[in-house]
C-alpha cells in the first residue's frame, strides 16, 4: 500500500518560530512535493524535490524552505513564522521525473495555526 | 500556463441522488493527465482516476464515471446513486506534459444528506 506519512497533525505555533513540517514515505518514490491548501484557492505547490539534496521552487515558495537528506524523508521548513502561514500543508510523493502523468499520492495533512 | 476550474464551490444533494462535478482546463502541451482526487473531513486526499490526453473513452468504476471530452475541455465526475460516505471535497487536476506537477482546481465540497 502507498504511504505518505505526515509526522504532526495539527500544530499550533507562536510568530517568529521555525517550524519543520516532516514527511516520510515509504515508497522508493523520487520526486516529493510540499503543497499548501487554502480555502477558494485549491493547493498551491511550495516545493518540489525529485532526488536527494536537489529541490525546485514551485509556485509559492517566498517564506519557506526544504530539506531531501533521504530519499524518504522531505522536510518543510519556516524559518520565521507568519500568521498568514497558517494553512494546511499536504506532503506528497510520486516516481522519477521523466515518467510524466505518474500518480501523486499525497499525505494526511499537517494543520499549521500560527499565533 | 495551466489552469484547472472547477466551477462549483458546493453542492448538496439527497442520497441516492445523481450528481455531476464539473472540471474545465486549460493547457498547450498536447500531451497531458487529468485526475481527480477525493478529499474525506480527514484531510487526506485520495486518488481516484488518470486519463491521459489520447484516452477520451470514459470510464466506469462502481458507482462512479468520468467524462472526457477533449473538445470542450472537460473532465466531469459523475456519481450515480451518491451516499453520504461520499460527502468530501473533489479536487480535478492536470498535470502537463513538462514533469509530474499538477495544476488543481479550487475544489468542489459535495454534501451528501441522508
Known amino acids: 500500500d502507498v504511504k505518505v506519512t505526515q509526522s504532526s497533525r495539527y500544530l499550533v505555533k507562536r510568530t517568529g518560530e521555525k517550524v519543520f513540517l516532516e514527511c516520510v514515505q515509504d515508497?522508493?518514490?523520487?520526486?516529493m512535493f510540499w503543497y499548501r491548501q487554502d480555502p477558494g484557492l485549491g493547493l498551491r505547490l511550495i516545493y518540489f524535490?525529485?532526488?536527494?539534496?536537489?529541490?525546485e521552487k514551485g509556485d509559492i515558495p517566498e517564506g519557506y524552505s526544504v530539506s531531501r537528506e533521504k530519499k524518504e524523508r522531505f522536510s518543510l521548513i519556516l524559518e520565521s513564522a507568519s500568521t498568514n502561514q497558517t494553512s494546511m500543508y499536504l506532503c506528497?510523493?510520486?516516481?522519477?521525473?521523466?515518467?510524466?502523468?505518474?500518480?501523486?499520492?499525497f499525505g494526511e495533512g499537517s494543520w499549521l495555526t500560527v499565533v | 500556463a495551466q489552469k484547472v476550474t472547477q466551477a462549483q464551490t458546493e453542492i448538496s444533494v439527497v442520497e441516492k441522488e445523481d450528481v455531476t462535478l464539473d472540471c474545465v482546463y486549460e493547457?498547450?502541451?498536447?500531451?497531458?493527465?487529468l485526475f481527480w482526487y477525493k478529499q474525506p473531513p480527514s484531510g487526506e486526499l485520495v486518488f481516484l482516476i488518470r486519463?491521459?490526453?489520447?484516452?477520451?473513452q470514459n470510464e466506469i468504476s462502481g458507482r462512479y464515471s468520468w467524462n472526457f471530452q477533449k473538445s470542450t475541455s472537460s473532465f466531469n465526475f459523475t456519481i450515480t446513486a451518491s451516499q453520504v460516505v461520499d460527502s468530501a471535497v473533489y479536487f480535478c487536476?492536470?498535470?502537463?506534459?513538462?514533469?509530474?506537477?499538477?495544476?488543481f482546481g479550487g475544489g468542489t465540497r459535495l454534501m451528501v444528506k441522508p
Open positions: 506528497a510523493s510520486s516516481n522519477r521525473v521523466g515518467t510524466s502523468g505518474n500518480t501523486i499520492y
Open positions: 515508497m522508493d518514490h523520487e520526486n
Open positions: 524535490s525529485y532526488d536527494v539534496k536537489m529541490k
Open positions: 493547457t498547450r502541451d498536447t500531451t497531458y493527465y
Open positions: 486519463r491521459n490526453s489520447f484516452d477520451e
Open positions: 487536476a492536470l498535470m502537463g506534459n513538462a514533469g509530474n506537477m499538477l495544476t
